[in-house]
């Protein structure tokens, strides 16, 4: 499978592209600065350098073309103002699925968060970035022509991954380290069973693998 990922220097995208690369798929990731494409090939994926904020979709769409899945991964990052949030968080994404349609790639996840909500009220930074988290999922839930699955964990932590996880449409508060975000997101691009879900991520007592399986047969 060759595999397209937005923001592609994240620290949730450099460990899905280490883990789809030695599974032996052809991994690309998008990225704004020329300096961080060291990192992307040291974890096995083609650095493709793009401006989501400013690129056109017939520019997203000509790097997705031949794709089999894309995953957004992008964000405006802590210590951005609330322009930021909108443009990227929210803008980017709509842009990439749009591009991702225009393309023939249907196949298309989004790492949100948890308490996305495009009508979340407050007026703090944090708030304005769940908004625009919110209004971006409403909208990629809104392509008939893409196999969605939104994504949502709980606090990221670096700790070392356990493999083990809660996945489910609501699971409560709770951490989750960043590799089994990655160990999840990786089994999801393999398969659409989870099309069409949105779900909560934490840590919890269920394989992987298995709590991928299991939420897409309820």
Not at 3 to 10: E, F, L, N, S, T
Not at 172 to 185: E, I, Q, T
């Amino acid at each position: 499978m060759r595999i397209v990922i937005a923001g592609g220097h994240g620290q949730i995208a450099l460990r899905l592209e280490r883990l789809l690369s030695a599974a032996g798929h052809e991994v690309a990731g998008i990225i704004r600065r020329a300096e961080q494409g060291d990192d992307l090939r040291s974890a096995g994926a083609e650095p493709v350098l793009l401006d989501l904020e400013a690129a056109s979709v017939e520019e997203v769409a000509a790097v997705l073309r031949g794709a089999d899945a894309a995953v957004f991964a992008a964000g405006a990052g802590p210590g951005s103002g609330t322009g930021r949030k909108d443009t990227v968080d929210r803008g980017a994404a709509v842009l990439f699925a749009d591009a991702a349609e225009r393309a023939g790639v249907r196949r298309y996840i989004v790492i949100s968060s948890m308490g996305a909500d495009s009508a979340h009220q407050g007026d703090e930074v944090f708030d304005v970035y769940l908004r625009a988290k919110g209004a971006a999922d409403d909208y990629v839930r809104g392509r008939s022509a893409l196999d969605w699955t939104v994504l949502r964990p709980g606090m990221l932590t670096d700790d070392a991954g356990t493999g083990l996880v809660r996945l489910e449409a609501s699971t409560g508060r709770g951490p989750v380290p960043r590799d089994d975000v990655a160990a999840v997101l990786a089994e999801m691009v393999e398969s659409t069973a989870t099309a069409g879900l949105t779900l909560e991520l934490v840590s919890g007592s269920v394989p992987v693998s298995v709590a991928v399986k299991d939420v897409a047969g309820n």
